[in-house]
């Protein structure tokens, strides 16, 4: 009889320990899908992958189909909210007097009949992505310049892009997503970003509240301003109109700190520049 070979055991054992676990996995892998059967898609969400255990499987290329949709609405009263997962939202002023809606992306009609789901109720209009329907969501939207009110942004890798707006509250917060601001104006803008850019030109932001964790804030301010942002690795580079000197209170444990703009003693200017980051970079020029 022929000895098997040293290799040949190592194969062996290697292919039952392999089945093995395999066994124990797919035994496991049943019980937690049981216990909660959106497992799978909350996995996927989150980490951007795509998983097939058993032929089950999330939307394909062959259940999407291209897709556009329209709304009109009267515009709200108070608030306008954003409810985003990875879609690309593009607000303006336009010319009509509703709020005009357009949505193009990739649609699996078996999960949601539309590309957003949209909802007036009192004094806000809510628009929302529709959990795990969508792929390559664009969302352009008009308002009319009555509305000047509270806007209200929720995103997790999507790109926010708001163009011209005048509103009494501005809120962005995001994860991946990066967020633009173009000649907007604004008495209170609260900006929240995980690892998301944000960029703001030509604006008039009275006071900026905010954080960051490695994303960077840009701004581009047309007057003096109230800022109060902290940062962990993120840089901040205000760039501030000339006019009353502010106060400012800049640190950095490891980062740069450069201030090209002076500062008033303290209680001596309505304008308070509050910025602290852990690596971070400042700039003020």
Known sequence: MKQISVFAKVFVGAAILTVLFLSIASYAGGKALEQDPNLISNIEKRYNVTIRL?????????????????????????????????????????????????????????????LLDVVAAGDTLTIQEPDDAVQKLEVYIEVPSSFQQELNVTTVKGDTNIEGLNLEKLVVASVSGDTNLNRVDAKVTDLKTVS??????????????????????????????????????????????????????????????????????????????????????????
């Open 54 to 114: 058993g032929g089950m499987s999330s939307s394909t290329p062959d259940s999407l189909s291209a897709t556009s949709d329209t709304w009109n609405f009267a515009p709200p009263t108070k608030v306008l909210s954003i409810k985003n997962v990875a879609g690309n939202f593009h607000l303006k002023v336009g010319t009509s007097k509703e709020v005009l809606i357009t949505a193009k992306g990739n649609l699996d009609k078996k999960k949601a009949s539309r």
């Open 196 to 285: 998301g850019e944000v960029e703001a030109e030509q604006v008039n932001l009275q006071q900026i509240e905010g954080s960051s964790v490695s994303g960077d804030l840009k701004v581009s301010n047309n007057k003096p301003m109230t800022v109060k942002f902290k940062s962990v690795s993120g840089d901040v580079k205000l760039q501030i109109a000339q006019g009353e000197k502010a106060f400012y209170n800049l640190h950095s444990l490891s980062g740069k700190v450069e201030n090209k703009l002076g500062s008033a003693g303290a209680g001596k200017s309505a304008f308070t520049v509050d910025i602290k980051t852990t690596s971070g970079d400042i700039e003020i020029e």
